[in-house]
Each structure stands twice: as structure tokens, then as C-alpha cells.
């Protein structure tokens, strides 16, 4: 009976919030985005009626203990699998919604089919295994119930909360899309070469203001960046043979002796393990091809650049390095290019980090129940790749 009054009252308040976000006045509504907006608001509240608390709790009693238990028994040996799932949950909401559509795999013999994971944004999102993983641990004991798409949501949220992000209820009673969407991810996932404008652009069509944009791009604060993601802000920044004029000349030099020691990191472990008795001079192509696969830990990155942060964690240090030019992708740093983003980031600069975490996990609640397939739509699959 309390329960039910704490889930209730929680269920309200989750309702009034997101009837109304806070700051909503003190941010204009952009043109284009009133109309998505509106739609979308039908969207988000029409999850209401059939995505449900603890919908497994009679079909699969055990299943949110399960998520949670394999979730921290995979983080105790990689904590990595935080900024994975993250990642790996927005492509897979931001594309025809929440649905595991992400999860597919393509199908043998059919040269035909593309998959989503095959799109060029994919290309490098991890956590696909550990995903599996969970779901055949759920299969063995509730056979065809727990969806992909509720698997997927409820490990970000767990892996968000181990890596010390903040908790926030993940509704559930999703299904499982019966295909993937390999033109719409290629299309439609943001790049991050993007101009402000077409990252805003493309959120507000999914019913996510500049306030949820700005939250969720917070998710920067933990995780790797891949250098081939910033080789152009480097060294040719729109065709100009020259870097990106608005990175800090300090910071330039510190991002390119970064990802070159990462290259030759790489060169060095990959003499050692594989001998070559010709060990000819690595080709300029090579050269630039171990540039593109070496990455950056987020974190680590950011604090060495900017000494802004020790922690490094769901702290405010992303967005204390944007405030002082030093975000690693176009994308990023662009939140300082529009006056209403950059207001935020300073806002969420300026605190302990409290407004950045409850803002983050509301658009995560928001993210979370984006285009859901409920009901008799979709379906439950057995494996999440097929
Ligand atoms: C403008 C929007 C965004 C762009 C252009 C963008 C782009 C990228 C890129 C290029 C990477 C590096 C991937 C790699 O090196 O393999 C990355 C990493 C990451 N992104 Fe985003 N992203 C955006 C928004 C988001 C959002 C909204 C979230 C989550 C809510 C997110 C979560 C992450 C995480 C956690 C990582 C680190 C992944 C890892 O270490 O495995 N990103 N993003």
C-alpha cells in the first residue's frame, strides 16, 4: 500500500516536471521546433498510457534485479561499459525511438539488407556483447518476455548510476522493432561536425529543447573519443589546410601531441607484437590510419588539458572546458556558439553540478520513452541481434 502511494506520488511529480521543465521561460522556443514540439509532447505523453513502473513485475518478477546485477558484475571488470551503453542507448533512441532497432544484426546472404549498426555513425559504438550477454541470462529464466529495447534502457541507466551519474526511473513495457533503419542513422544521427544549428535542429524534431540538448551532451563527460572524430579541427578544418580557427592555440598543440603519442603508443605495442623483419618506415597512409583509430579518454583528457577536474566523473567538467574553448569535437564546442546553449553551459558550469544531474536525468526520461512500440507492436525477440 505505501509502495504503491511512493511510486505514485514519484509518477506525479515525474508528470508535472515534464509538463514543466524548468527554464522553459527563459528559453525561446526556436521556429522550427514548435511544431515537432508539439507532436512530440502527444508522443511523450501517449507513453504514459502503456509503458508502465516495473511493467515485468508479474511476467518476470526477478528481471530489473537481474539487469542490475549483470550490469555491476560487467562494470566491476570494465567500467568502460557506462560510456558504451550510454552511447550505444542514444543512437538507438535518436533513430526511430527506443525499440533496439540498434541491436540487429545483418543478415547472412541477404548483401541487400543494411542494418543500422552498419551505419557510418555506428561504426563505432561498442556494447552490443554485454547486451547479449544480459539477455541470455533473462531468457534462461523468463523465456520470450523482457524486450531488447527495456534490456538496453534499463542497463544504461544502471551503468550511468555505477559510473556516478544520477538515478532516474525508467518506465518499461517497450517492444522490439522488426527492422533496422540503416538510411534513416545515416542521415539523421547528429555529426560531429555539426553547426549548432543542425544539432538543434535535429533534437527539436525529437521533441528535445535546447535544455535536454545541452543535459544530455553532459554524457561527454565520461568515455573516449576516437582522434579521427577532431583530426579536421586539427589540421584542416573545412578544407582550409589549417586548424580550427576558435581552438585555443595551448589546447591545439596539447590535442595534437596527444593524439600523436597515442599513435605512436600504438606504433610501438604493434612493433613489439608483431616483429616485421623489413620494419620499413610506416607509410604516410598508415600513419594517418593509426591517427584515426587511436582515441582520447574523455576524462583523463580533460583534466590534463584543463586541470579543471579531479574526478572526472557526472562532475560539471565538461562543460567548464567549453567555457574556456576546450571541447574535443566541433559539435561540442559549438554549444558555446548559441546564445541560449551557451547560457546553459554556463549555468551548468557555475554550480556543484547539482542543476547538470537533475536536468541530465529528466532528459534521459525524456530520451528513454521516445517513439516506444508498446502493445501488440513490434515484438519480443529471442536474441537481440536477430
Ligand atoms: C551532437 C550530438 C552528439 C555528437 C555529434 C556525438 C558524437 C560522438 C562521437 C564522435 C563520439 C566518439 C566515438 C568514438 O570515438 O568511437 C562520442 C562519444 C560518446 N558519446 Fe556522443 N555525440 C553526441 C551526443 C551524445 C549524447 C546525447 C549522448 C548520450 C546521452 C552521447 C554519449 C556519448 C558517450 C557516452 C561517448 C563515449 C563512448 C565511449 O567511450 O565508448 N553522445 N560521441
Redesign the pocket.
Known sequence: MLNGWVVSVLFITLLVSLCNPRGVSDIKTLHFSETHTNTHTHTLFSFLSTLQYDFYRKSCPNAENIVRSSVANIYSHHQ?I??????L???DC?IQGCDASILLDPITGDATYSTEKQAI?N?????FHEIDQIKEELERVCPRVVSCADILSLATRDAVVLAGGPFYPVFTGRRDSTRAYFEEATAD??????SINR?LY??ATRGLDERD?VS???????????C??ILNRLYNFSGTNLPDPSIDPEFLNHMRSKCQEKENNENNNGSQDQMSPASSPISKEASVEKLRRS?LD?SNFQELSSALSLEGGFDTHYYKSLLSGRGL?Y??Q?LMANEKTGRLVQGYASDDGSTFRRD?AR??VK?SVLDVLTGSQGQIRERCGY
Open positions: 568502460d557506462s560510456a558504451s551503453l550510454l552511447r542507448f542514444f543512437h535518436f555513425p561504426l563505432t559504438l561498442k556494447g544521427m547528429p555529426r560531429p561536425d555539426d544539432t535535429l533534437f540538448m544530455l551532451l553532459g554524457a561527454h563527460n565520461i568515455g573516449k573519443i576516437g579521427q572524430f582515441t574523455v569535437l559539435a561540442d559549438q541530465f532528459a534521459m530520451l
